[in-house]
């Protein structure tokens, strides 16, 4: 099981978007819509900002937005915010019962 | 309000046995699969094991097969990881976690689990 590649940091301005890719293959990512992004503050646990690929539960603002093309889930901010400098990972349900994360990015708002 | 706590981390030596709990209260806990994801040093993430709300179905990561066991108890809203033959590599911070399908919406605030000799 190898884990899902991210940058290993990404940055941007205040009100910019950013984009965060997470590539796997079509045996995670490319063969199932279960791709999740999780938000970490340090000292904090994750929480989950998108769910099946583009979906925000309840409470997660708008600017946060997820999409998928091949093998390749992403996770834009848009309208970026002080707020948002923290971690994100991805996670993709795999065959056999299995779930990758991704290696983690670190965002910093300049 | 939905609650997950994990309790029974802490320093062990190689090769020695450590059982993680994790309560859960807010939620019909029945209905839910439950995860343990653990973060290590270095701050990546890594499934460890599920059980689905059956209580039959359960899998694990690669590097813990055959060493940890999960489990669940119904009746007390806990569930459990007993972890045996720990490892160096074994060290890390511990969270237990629910999901209703493939994605983890609750999360606790993680015990943290330091093997060492």
């Known amino acids: 099981q190898s884990a899902l590649t991210q940058p290993a940091s990404v940055s941007g301005s205040p009100g910019q978007a950013i984009t965060i890719p997470c590539v796997g293959t079509?045996?995670?990512?490319?063969?199932?819509?279960?791709v999740s992004w999780y938000q970490q503050h340090p000292g904090k646990a994750p929480k989950l900002i998108i769910y099946e690929v583009t979906n925000r539960p309840s409470g997660v603002p708008d600017r946060f937005s997820g999409s998928k093309s091949g093998n390749t889930a992403s996770l834009t901010v848009s309208g970026l915010q002080a707020e948002d400098e923290a971690d994100y990972y991805c996670s993709s349900f795999t065959g056999g019962n299995i779930e990758l994360f991704g290696t983690g990015t670190k965002v910093t708002v300049l | 309000q939905e609650r997950m706590v994990e309790s029974g981390g802490g320093v062990v030596r190689p090769g020695r046995s450590l059982r993680l709990s994790c309560a859960a209260s807010g939620f019909t806990f029945s209905r839910y699969g439950l995860h343990w994801v653990r973060q290590t040093p270095g701050k990546r993430l890594e499934w460890v094991a599920v059980i689905w709300s059956n209580g039959i179905n359960k899998y694990y990561g690669d590097s813990v097969k055959g060493r940890f066991t999960i489990s669940r108890d119904n009746s007390r809203n806990t569930f459990y990881l007993q972890m045996n033959s720990l490892r160096a590599e074994d060290t890390a911070i511990y969270y237990c976690?629910?999901?209703?399908?493939?994605?983890?919406?609750?999360w606790g605030q993680g015990t943290l689990v330091t093997v060492s000799s």
């Open positions: 079509n045996s995670d990512i490319g063969g199932y819509n279960f």
């Open positions: 976690t629910r999901a209703l399908s493939s994605y983890h919406d609750c």
